[in-house]
């Protein structure tokens, strides 16, 4: 029996133009209704279907209609009903960002990718990084640092020259972007059932904000991550694009 999708996509002209064309040649139904999510778009709409259907435990099947793709299969109109049934499965589950901010308001905010810290102004941030309630660097000078899941290890992570982590390894990436001082310090790799206090310093002269995925709170003085165990996501990938096998391909991609 074939499974019940639904649709989503972004708001991309290429998104559009393959929403209309899959749902002339498969019967769509609403997330509700559904047994499988498909997703048009990119890595950034990806990561948006993901949080908006996270509550739901359907599988997401993406389909790349962006740039990257990295989360993404192939666009293909063709047996979509076959590439869904024999899909491999992988469950991700997100980091919790619980933010106090300088006023003293608390809030939960969560990350697939990864959740980061960084300055607002013209000013270097100084940060207290202390790991399951020891502190481990007193001030760190930097331009902010972020804690990566395995998932998001190639995105902002690789970028800041933090390493490249494999799917299922249980560890998180703690890397600095830009560090003043310590000048010699490249970052950490932490279990993932770790709790990663950042204690903002002079917050109120040089402010910070923290970004969980795409959601930004500003003029943070504390974050306190982990990962979630309570919250899982299964993604669905074709034989020929699994996730475990790309981000072990980027540690050899020159």
Known sequence: MSKK?????????????ALEILSQRYESVSPEEADVIVALGGDGYMLEAIHRNSGNDLPIYGMNRGTVGFLLNSFNVDDLYDRLENANQEKLRPLRMRVTTDSGVQQDSYAYNEVS???????????????????????????GC???TPAGSTAYNLSAHGPILPIGSAVLALTPISAFRPRRWKGAIL???????????????RPVSAVADAHEVRNVAEVEICVDKEREVTLLFDSDHNLEERILNEQFTP
């Open 5 to 17: 999708i639904a649709f989503l996509a972004s708001g991309g002209p290429d998104a559009q133009q």
């Open 117 to 143: 810290l960084l300055r607002q102004t013209r000013q270097a941030a100084n940060i207290r990084v202390a790991v399951d309630g020891k502190v481990r660097i007193d001030r760190l000078m930097c331009d």
């Open 146 to 148: 972020l804690v990566a």
């Open 191 to 205: 279990p993932e059932d770790t709790l990663i206090t950042l204690s903002v310093l002079d917050n109120y002269k």
